[in-house]
């Protein structure tokens, strides 16, 4: 039963004003909340900007999730929901994928969990050098369990995906290939996936060093580096790019370890380029991806 926008409203404000007093029916304590407008409210009433607590970071970091409109239908409140982690690329934020694609359709359409968080310009590794950027502890360990603790998630590996567009792609690849006990599903839209081969963008030597100086080190966190250690049948992949990319390239390279590896995987390529016009449609095709690996036993 799809609830009318009014009603949705409603409830969420009736969720924000009980949350520190009321858990939910599953028992877990209702999601902390941050102060939204009534406008910001009526705009996207199934999403919300929570808080979490990176104690590695010594920091909070925000993320936007988006649960399905059937969330809060009265005949499903001990539904669980399995989650799908979207990653922004570099000089983003937790609010660019909400601002740019339809997530509360998306959701309610696959019944799943969005979450969005806030990545930085941190590549979604842990930087050797900056005890600040520590997102792959962030995302792999400390959001997942601040999200399987305040939402009715399916709480296992086998209804959790994470991708993302660009940095978020690489991002996507790194955290589920190092982390298969967390993630069962992952992709990357427009992946940056070898760094090493743009050693003077997007900040990565504030995170990594000097690429002259820090060779190896480069090399090794980029996530084309962890193919030789993954094995066929161990997740779902879904990889794709646009023609006139100008990651086009490292990610057919990727593809191509994929091959040698023996890694089954989705590969595409599509007409685009590096835009928002691509990634919103590429979304379109993980959700659907993810929904088929969700529903298989």
């Known amino acids: 039963m799809k609830l009318n926008k009014l009603k949705l409203t409603c409830l969420l404000v009736g969720l924000c004003l009980t949350a520190a007093c009321q858990a939910t029916p599953s028992g877990k304590p209702a999601p902390a909340t941050s102060p939204q407008t009534i406008e910001q409210m009526e705009e996207q009433p199934q999403a919300e ?29 001990e539904e669980q929901f399995p989650v799908v982690y979207l990653l922004h690329g570099a000089d983003g934020s937790y609010r660019d994928w909400p601002s740019k694609a339809d997530l509360d359709d998306l959701s309610s359409e696959y019944g799943v969990i969005i979450v969005c968080p806030d990545g930085q310009d941190s590549w979604y590794f842990d930087s050797p050098i900056d005890p600040k950027m520590q997102f792959e502890t962030f995302i792999t360990g400390e959001l997942v369990g ?114 040698k590896q023996k890694v089954g995987h989705d590969f595409t390529i599509r007409p685009g380029n590096h835009s928002w016009t691509y990634w919103v449609n590429s979304l379109d095709y993980h959700m659907l991806f993810f929904a088929k690996f969700f529903a298989t036993e």
């Open 49 to 77: 900007v929570v808080a979490v607590k990176s104690a590695k970071m010594g920091r909070d970091i925000n993320a936007t999730v988006v649960v399905p409109a059937q969330y809060f239908d009265p005949d499903l409140q």
């Open 146 to 259: 601040y999200i399987d603790g305040h939402y009715r998630t399916l709480p296992e590996r086998r209804y959790r995906a994470i991708t993302g567009l660009s940095m978020g792609g690489h991002g996507a690849l790194w955290c589920a290939w190092r982390h298969p006990d967390v993630f069962g599903a992952c992709g990357a839209m427009s992946g940056g996936v070898d760094i090493s081969q743009f050693p003077d963008r997007w900040n990565i030597d504030k995170r990594l060093g000097a690429y002259a100086d820090n060779k190896q080190r480069w090399q090794e966190h980029s996530v084309v580096s962890l193919v030789p250690k993954l094995k066929d049948g161990q997740q779902a992949i879904i990889i794709d790019d646009g023609s006139d990319d100008f990651f086009y390239t490292v990610n057919c390279q990727l593809h191509d370890a994929l091959l």
